[in-house]
């Protein structure tokens, strides 16, 4: 059973537009949130992340939303940009430490010049 | 330079043979993670070690096995019991368990 669900495999955006990726989970226990970005053939980059005692967390153009009572996030890339075309990786873990991150399936997200 | 090492970076292994994938950290994390990535499964945790010379089983440990002698060092071994070892292979490690993990490049293995 998925714990943490992207159920958009893919996205394609024009640059300079924003790109929201979304992401479910189904464990209330979950109280850390992170996102992370893949380019093929190399490993996970870490993006940022939200605790659940916040609702928003902004880091330059990149903003993770959190709806807690929905179990659900959301990365907001604004303005997107080619480089931004890569596998987006949604994770959750909790705060007893007790469970290694649990990845979602991945989006792919393509930016068009 | 603090990091996470995986090597190789391609290995091809025969079918029926056991193959050793490296990972080694410089950051003095305590904890380390293998994932397995195939098209569209995302990132399957396969085993983790939260301490030296402690480990436990992930999602998919079947077919596999590691050793964690060292706080550093946490390889993994992909024996012939594993029915589909071709796949891309990710290390990982943060201070403690459940935090922001830092990803080594990955190997790429191929039995053929």
């Known amino acids: 059973d998925q714990q943490v669900k992207q159920n958009s495999p893919s996205l394609s955006v024009q640059e300079g537009r924003i790109s929201i990726l979304n992401c479910d989970y189904t464990?209330?226990?979950?109280?850390?949130f992170l996102w992370y970005k893949k380019y093929p053939a190399e490993g996970p980059t870490f993006l940022i992340s939200?605790?659940?005692?916040?609702d928003k967390n902004e880091d330059g153009r990149f903003t993770v939303f959190l709806n807690k009572s929905a179990k659900h996030l959301s990365l907001h890339i604004v303005p997107s940009q080619p480089g931004d075309s890569a596998v987006y990786f949604c994770?959750?873990?909790?705060?007893?430490?007790?469970?290694?991150?649990?990845f979602g399936k991945g989006t792919r997200l393509s930016v068009i010049a | 330079d603090g990091g996470i090492t995986q090597s190789p970076k391609y290995l091809f292994r025969k079918e029926g043979q056991n193959v050793t994938l490296s990972c080694e950290q410089n950051?003095?994390?305590?904890?380390m993670y293998w994932y397995r990535q195939d098209p569209g499964q995302g990132l399957r945790l396969i085993y983790y070690?939260?301490?030296?010379?402690?480990?436990q089983k992930g999602d998919i440990a079947e077919g596999y096995s590691v050793s964690r002698e060292k706080k550093e060092s946490f390889p993994l071994t992909v024996t012939s019991a594993q029915k589909n070892p071709t796949a891309f292979y990710l290390c990982?490690?943060?201070?403690?368990?459940?935090?922001?993990?830092?990803f080594g490049q990955g190997t790429r293995l191929t039995v053929v």
């Open positions: 990982a490690s943060s201070i403690q368990q459940g935090t922001e993990a830092f």
């Open positions: 464990n209330s226990m979950f109280d850390y």
């Open positions: 939200i605790s659940s005692i916040k």
């Open positions: 994770a959750a873990s909790g705060s007893s430490g007790n469970t290694p991150l649990v």
């Open positions: 950051l003095n994390h305590d904890a």
């Open positions: 070690s939260q301490i030296v010379n402690d480990f």
